[in-house]
């Protein structure tokens, strides 16, 4: 007979769950005072999710630029760079913000290494929105790279960089990636930000491909 099982850990990780939980109730917020409800690009990386969203009455836009002023608007998990808040204040948005907690902290972290006249360095997918955010967040250089190739080309001094994780990569290319940066600059200040869950995530899924003769992700 069959045994199927799933694995320890699975399912949305908070900042996720937080992020969906907070646009249903802001939707019945919004329906009740006949507004409608913007999400800047989609909530998650669920089509199952964001096709229910949609049909409940939440309407995505890529910009904020394309909110009308005064809008209702929800920043996702992701995050956004600091230049959105600074469009939505101009035109008088209202911004709910579903911003992860760790995410959040990683911004901080930019910012201040910022501040502090640092270049930061992200290790992850350049084009993800949570790392855009976070190159955003910083007033000073910053870069993204997501392989050690990448590492290898920075052109970077002692004592000059701060580098933090895309929360969701793997630890084995954030730990290759910042060998080869803290080969180049000794003091570099190196902060593991990857996500407790989503590494809890990868090691359910591996213990569980082991075990198994086959198995399924569910997801998108």
Do not use: W
């Amino acid at each position: 007979m069959t045994e199927i099982r799933v694995a320890d850990h699975a399912g949305f990780c908070f900042g996720v769950t937080n992020a969906v939980e907070t646009a249903y109730r802001q939707l019945e917020r919004s329906k009740a005072e006949g507004r409608d409800l913007f999400c800047l690009g989609p909530l998650i990386h669920n089509r199952q999710v964001t096709d229910e969203l949609k049909n409940s009455g939440l309407i995505t836009i890529s910009s904020i630029e394309d909110a009308p002023p005064g809008a209702r608007v929800l920043i996702r998990a992701h995050g956004e760079p600091d230049s959105t808040y600074k469009a939505a204040e101009e035109k008088g948005i209202e911004l709910i913000d579903s911003t992860c907690p760790l995410v959040k902290r990683i911004h901080e972290i930019a910012r201040d290494a910022g501040n502090r006249g640092k270049t930061t360095v992200v290790i992850g997918n350049m084009s993800h929105p949570e790392v855009k955010g976070i190159l955003g967040s910083t007033s000073g250089n910053a870069f993204a790279v997501s392989s050690a190739e990448d590492a290898m080309r920075l052109d970077i001094s002692a004592g000059s960089v701060t580098v933090v994780a895309q929360t969701t990569i793997t630890k084995e290319l954030f730990d290759e990636c910042a060998g080869i940066i803290r080969q180049k600059d000794p003091s570099a200040e190196i902060r593991n930000t990857i996500c407790r869950a989503t590494k809890d995530r990868q090691d359910a899924a591996a213990k569980l491909a082991g075990e198994s003769d086959f198995m399924v992700v569910i997801g998108d």
